[in-house]
């Protein structure tokens, strides 16, 4: 089913350290998986995407990996800044032809000066 | 390219009227357009998945007559809250694709408070 989460895990991490952020997702069939940053009152930003055929993307200071036999996605952020506080959502489209999205639970991140 | 808007940005109403919430492509044609619904400290819940020029497909549990969905245009799709009542309260969020895209933009929001 949906991951849909009442409560919102935080991750604090020291400015310049890496993150790591980890989404479990629900459906072997997801073919697409995006990493959003969402600000508070503001509409989710994407990150990074990946497709089922890889196991890793990289972007500028991010890093997304794909497991999927474990049906695991994580969302790595290397040298972590102050603007990187935001809450992180994975989202997952959930079959072939749909593009409807699932959002994941989401992870609060903090970043300690 | 692919920027999203969203109007109102807020909006106070009272309870029993309907609110419509205005969703834009600016840039770009948007062949299908998502409505999601969030609540405080929570993930973006799929209330409604919109093409153009044909009827919303809704998800289940999301009260059709209640939220109206309409996409006239490839850049314009409208969710109208009738009816309006304090649990509708909410920050509603819109997302449009391209044709043959499975990138999704998302707009930025729209607080709804029902008083």
């Known amino acids: 089913g949906e991951s849909v989460g009442l409560h919102l895990p935080t991750l604090s991490v020291q400015e310049g350290d890496n993150s790591i952020i980890n989404c479990a997702y629900s459906?072997?069939?997801?073919?697409?998986f995006i990493w959003y940053k969402q600000e508070s009152g503001k509409g989710p930003q994407f990150i990074i995407d990946?497709?089922?055929?890889?196991d890793k993307r990289q972007g500028q200071r991010v890093t997304v990996l794909l497991n999927k036999t474990v049906k695991h996605l994580s969302l790595q952020i290397a040298a972590t800044q102050p603007g990187d506080s935001a809450v992180y959502f994975c989202?997952?489209?959930?079959?072939?032809?749909?593009?409807?999205?699932?959002f994941g639970t989401g992870t609060r991140l903090k970043v300690l000066a | 390219g692919a920027v999203v808007s969203q109007h109102p940005s807020w909006v106070i109403c009272k309870s029993g009227t309907s609110v419509k919430i205005e969703c834009r492509s600016l840039?770009?044609?948007?062949?299908?357009m998502f409505w999601y619904r969030q609540f405080p400290k929570q993930s973006l819940m799929l209330m409604a998945t919109?093409?153009?020029?044909?009827?919303?497909?809704?998800e289940q549990g999301v009260e059709k007559d209640k939220f109206l969905i309409n996409h006239a245009s490839l850049t314009l799709s409208t969710l109208t809250v009738t009816s309006a009542h304090p649990e509708d309260s909410s920050f509603y969020i819109c997302?449009?694709?391209?044709?043959?895209?499975?990138?999704?933009?998302f707009g930025p929001g729209t607080r709804l408070t029902v008083t």
């Open positions: 997302s449009a694709k391209k044709l043959n895209s499975y990138e999704q933009y």
């Open positions: 459906n072997s069939a997801s073919d697409y």
């Open positions: 990946i497709r089922s055929n890889m």
């Open positions: 989202a997952e489209n959930i079959s072939s032809g749909t593009y409807k999205y699932i």
């Open positions: 840039d770009f044609q948007a062949t299908t």
């Open positions: 919109s093409n153009e020029g044909s009827k919303a497909t809704y």
